[in-house]
């Protein structure tokens, strides 16, 4: 009964490999998003996802896609990874009104090597 | 742009302390200010919730005030526990469902 689950919760890879990262919230949000957790533990958005309609496209490389499926899933593909896209990637969701706030998945701790 | 900070960047306390920390945003227009818990290697488990006609909250321990004019907000931790050692996460939304900008953080250490 997880609100916002992602798998996978670790994932290391190769350079230049592709891989995903999905998303899935059962909260019936409106809106879903793609934060990154650099190594200093700063979060910065990266995307977001309004019931499929890609609303935010922060300055991200394009070997990042995100994919919606349906407003309850939004997966994130990266192309070509690099040594500099290790770090935690947390997947949120947020419903239309202001009372109920952000919810967050556990994290996918990506290593690239 | 929006902006979030945090200060302090770390604290650390005895048992028992009562225990401000301080977040400030540059643009007062904001949708809500949301708090966060984060313990080490895990997610985001949200404490409170201030709607931008709100003040305050509160939640067990924890108290949370808004002042939008001044762009700042605080978080208090009454009787402060080992158990609330973590890092607090303070973060605004500008409008609805336009992503939470967050601050640095405040590293919390409590010792018994």
């Known amino acids: 009964d997880t609100a916002v689950s992602q798998t996978p919760k670790y994932l290391v890879t190769q350079m230049g490999n592709d891989k995903s990262i999905k998303c899935e919230q059962n909260?019936?949000?409106?809106?879903m998003y793609w934060y990154k957790q650099d190594s200093k533990k700063f979060l910065k958005i990266m995307f977001s996802y309004n019931n499929k309609e890609l609303i935010i496209n922060e300055t991200v490389p394009n070997r990042f896609s995100p994919k919606s499926p349906d407003k309850a899933h939004l997966n994130l593909h990266i192309n070509s990874l690099e040594l500099g896209d290790s770090a935690v990637y947390f997947c949120?969701?947020?419903?239309?009104?202001?009372?109920?706030?952000?919810?967050f998945g556990s994290g996918t701790r990506l290593t690239v090597v | 742009k929006q902006e979030v900070t945090q200060i302090p960047a770390a604290l650390s306390v005895p048992e028992g302390e009562n225990l401000v920390l301080n977040c400030s945003f540059t643009d007062s227009a904001i949708y809500n200010l949301q708090w966060f818990r984060q313990d080490p290697g895990k997610g985001l488990t949200s404490l409170l919730l201030?709607?931008?006609?709100?003040r305050e909250q509160t939640s067990g321990r924890l108290n949370a005030s808004l002042d939008k004019s001044s762009g700042r907000s605080t978080l208090y931790i009454a009787a402060s526990q080992p158990g609330d050692s973590a890092t607090y996460l303070c973060a605004v939304e500008n409008q609805a469902g336009t992503a939470l900008i967050f601050g640095k953080g405040t590293t919390l250490s409590v010792s018994s």
């Open positions: 949120a969701s947020s419903p239309r009104g202001a009372e109920y706030g952000y919810t």
């Open positions: 909260l019936g949000h409106d809106t």
């Open positions: 201030i709607q931008s006609s709100q």
